[in-house]
């Protein structure tokens, strides 16, 4: 069975969601932006998303309630590149991936084995 999502229904902690069965869909960060993905759910279902530009599948996005289950995007687990940095303005322009900003911390995620050499 294919589940085709082309929107997004709300957060897993919304009280609306409650006492539902939570079935997870892995979606790596680099792939949250992605208007169209495809990947099975945690229970074997076969997830086809096609979403709207500006569309972003954060952890815990519902993509579907049939009333006792939802579906939920999960981030698996990842490594990550962290540097504690004083002026992260000397970083502008000179960036190769996407980073997180933290309060003087950036967070370098990539999904590469050469970077951990």
């Known amino acids: 069975m294919t589940l085709y999502v082309t929107g997004l229904l709300g957060r897993v902690d ?19 932006s992605r208007r169209r993905l495809r990947r099975d759910a945690s229970d074997g279902t076969d997830v ?10 954060a952890d815990g996005t519902v ?24 002026d992260l303005d000397a970083l502008s322009g000179h960036l190769q991936r996407p980073i997180l900003g933290l309060g003087g911390w950036v967070i370098f995620l990539k999904r590469c084995k050469a970077m951990l050499r």
Do not use: H, K, M, T
Request: aromatic share 6%; glycine share 8%.
């Open 14 to 32: 919304e009280s609306r969601f409650a006492g539902r069965r939570v079935v997870p869909v892995l979606v790596a960060w680099d792939e949250a």
């Open 63 to 86: 993509l579907d309630d049939d009333g006792e289950r939802v579906v939920v995007v999960q981030r698996p687990p990842e490594r990550a590149l962290v540097i504690r940095l004083d």
């Open 48 to 57: 086809a998303i096609d979403l709207e530009p500006g569309g972003y599948l």
